[in-house]
């Protein structure tokens, strides 16, 4: 009917592109707490106290100060907000290249550690949880009363159906990030949020919390004369040998060990110069060098050892023996390098003792037994 009337029609553009709203995500959907934004819950019940303060933060007007003590009966406390404004977020895009960041310090005095649990909860009630463990995760050696940073990569999150701390969590359907609180504590929190992040910025960050640890003494005495007994296990007369502290020819406080290997399998005994406390070698392991004086007879023959408080143990197969018989003595060195210490794994801030094994039966007598600079010889 239109055309018998010679109507025509003008062209309309009913769908042309579909234009997204621009995405704030990439700031507001990465915070959890920043001066009071967003929705944070806390459910601290009559074991603690949850509040903002504008008095002491980190950045912005305010901080979190929250103090708890779960001993006092509460099953579960703990806060939590979401940081995608409460619509599920993947954490599988993002895992490999955020992490969890957020500052700290205490209300008073010093804390090794902060005891908080952080889960992320899918919205099936699901979760995967990871423990705030300041030796990986804090930008520091102790909190204190100045902020610090606590950084956590999200790929530690586990996702694995297999592992324990994963409660069937779906990572594709994240809701929100929980603090569960245990033990006690009294702390300010500030600018928690999620950052860029990566795999290298976390080495580099352990590695920078490695310098910050303090260095052992390049010089430090091993055997302290009247003080054998005290510094040692395995003084005195055994089955296979005999330790004792005498005085030589000269008047001078020596040790003199006596040992026997035939049938024998407990000829050696170790020593501690710290009153049996940890013995630091962190930052002069590869400079510093174990020196002692030495005299032996019929050929005896020992081996050394290293050990430190985590069981780590390296020991020298180089049988140590300078037949000179009882008047003369020879000066042995040893390069710390030599036990492979870090290649080996061992805590250098933990070293427990050295040990000495004996290998082929007679007397040893050892004076001066030092740790000292190796770059003066």
């Not at 806390?42 to 305010?62: M, P, R, T």
């Not at 950084?151 to 779906?170: A, E, K, L, Q």
């Not at 860029?196 to 260095?215: C, G, H, I, N, R």
């Not at 407990?266 to 590869?286: D, L, M, S």
């Amino acid at each position: 009917m239109f055309a018998a009337c010679g109507t025509t029609f003008k062209q309309q553009t009913l769908y042309d592109e579909f234009l997204e709203p621009e995405k704030s995500e990439e700031v507001s959907s990465q915070i959890i707490y920043e001066d009071g934004a967003g929705t944070m819950w806390n459910s601290l019940f009559e074991c603690g106290d949850f509040k903002i303060v504008k008095d002491i933060f980190y950045a912005g007007n305010s901080s979190i100060k929250i103090s708890w003590d779960k001993g006092k009966g509460c099953e579960w406390i703990g806060f939590g907000n979401s940081y995608s404004n409460w619509g599920p977020s993947d954490l599988t895009q993002y895992r490999n290249k955020k992490a969890l960041s957020f500052y700290v310090r205490t209300q008073q005095k010093v804390a090794g550690a902060i005891p908080i649990v952080l889960g992320l909860e899918d919205f099936a009630g699901g979760g995967t949880y990871l423990f705030t463990d300041t030796k990986k995760y804090l930008y520091g050696l102790q909190i204190d009363t100045t902020w610090k940073q606590i950084i956590v990569p999200m790929w530690h999150f586990p996702i694995d159906p297999n592992d324990g701390r994963n409660d069937g969590v779906d990572p594709t359907a994240i809701k929100q990030l929980k603090f569960q609180l245990e033990g006690a504590g009294s702390f300010y929190l500030d600018e928690i949020k999620l950052i860029d992040f990566s795999e290298t910025e976390y080495q580099k960050m352990l590695a920078d919390v490695e310098a910050m640890k303090p260095k052992g003494n390049i010089n430090q005495i091993v055997y302290r004369e009247g003080n054998l007994e005290n510094d040692t296990w395995g003084y005195g007369e055994k089955f296979c040998h005999e330790l004792q502290e005498i005085n030589d020819t000269t008047g001078n406080t020596v040790i003199s060990w006596n040992f026997k290997v035939e049938n024998c399998e407990w000829a050696k005994w170790a020593i501690n110069w710290n009153n049996w406390y940890q013995v630091n070698f962190r930052g002069i392991e590869k400079d510093a060098m174990l020196q002692f004086k030495l005299k032996t007879v019929n050929m005896a023959e020992f081996n050394i050892a290293i050990e430190d408080f985590a069981g780590h143990y390296s020991q020298l197969y180089s049988s140590f023996s300078v037949d000179v018989g009882e008047t003369n003595w020879t000066t042995i060195n040893i390069p710390l390098k030599d036990f492979q210490l870090e290649e080996k794994g061992f805590r250098l801030d933990q070293i427990k003792q050295i040990v000495f094994i004996g290998k082929t039966s007679g007397t040893v007598y050892l004076d001066d037994i030092k740790i000292m600079d190796g770059w003066k010889f």
